[in-house]
């Protein structure tokens, strides 16, 4: 799914942009803020694939000015004559922009710019996997308990039984450890299960990854508890793997209450 958002109070161009959307790209997220409700963009994760910016609007010329937009999307300024000539000159204040509509949105120019959005997305995706990939093996050659979790910000190290789970959201997903709390990773679950799977992670459910180290019980309601009291469901389905991992020789050990 590619998740676009325009923020601005221009009724006009965020009906041409949902109906362009929904005629021509059905798997294509679109919502639509007013200026005020975007002011906390820029505070919370994760932030939409494309932003499409009313440069009319107070806040989309503040942020034009004081060079904020969002670095872990590509942002699109909406433009028309209204947009005073100082914005204009800015210079280095428009690095964060990648590219300009001018009002009023013409819908042939909406699917090029959504086109060229969602290649560029998907090249940046692919170029982080590779990199976490190559970050992974040499971290594991100096030292091989540590794991590359990549988020918007870069990569944070730390080793892998600091790690009590993993919680898949949506295309991204929450690692919550024992000491740095949680990080918001830009990896979906899958590739952790695929990642963690040698440092004895289980994939409990579709939307869990735990540490089969830091179980503390097993309720007959299929729900994990770990350590730190959090819990986890677990998968009808993946019950009997489970409890298979706890029996003979080998495997994690089960803590008593």
Not at 71 to 83: A, C, M, P, Q, R
Not at 162 to 171: A, F, H, P, S, V
Not at 193 to 219: D, E, P, V, W, Y
Request: glycine letters at 8%.
């Amino acid at each position: 799914m590619f998740s676009t958002l325009m923020i601005g109070n221009d009724t006009v161009a965020c009906d041409t942009i949902r109906s362009a959307i929904q005629q021509f790209c059905s798997d294509v997220e679109f919502r639509c803020l007013s200026s005020e409700a975007g002011e906390a963009l820029t505070t919370n994760t994760p932030v939409p694939d494309l932003i499409f910016w009313d440069a009319a609007g107070n806040l989309a010329s503040r942020h034009v000015e004081a060079d904020t937009f969002p670095s872990g999307s590509l942002n699109v300024l909406l433009i028309d004559e209204t947009l005073p000539a100082r914005a204009v000159g800015a210079g280095a204040n428009w690095a964060s922009v990648h590219n300009c509509l001018r009002k009023p949105l013409q819908v042939a120019d909406l699917l090029i710019t959504l086109s060229n959005g969602r290649s560029l997305v998907e090249l940046r995706r692919a170029l982080l996997q590779q990199q976490v990939l190559l970050h992974n093996i040499m971290a594991r050659q100096i030292n091989p308990g540590i794991v590359g979790i990549p988020t918007e910000d870069g990569m944070e190290f730390l080793p892998a039984q600091e790690i009590l789970r993993c919680e898949g959201l949506n295309k991204y997903t929450k690692i919550v450890t024992n000491r740095q709390g949680s990080i918001i990773s830009s990896y979906n679950i899958g590739e952790f299960a695929k990642m963690l799977q040698t440092f004895g992670f289980f994939a409990c459910h579709k939307s869990h990854l735990i540490n089969l180290r830091c179980i503390k019980r097993l309720t007959i309601e299929n729900q994990i508890i770990l350590h730190d009291g959090s819990c986890v469901p677990l998968s009808r389905r993946r019950r009997l793997e489970f409890v298979q991992r706890f029996r003979g020789d080998g495997g994690c050990g089960m803590a008593a209450d």
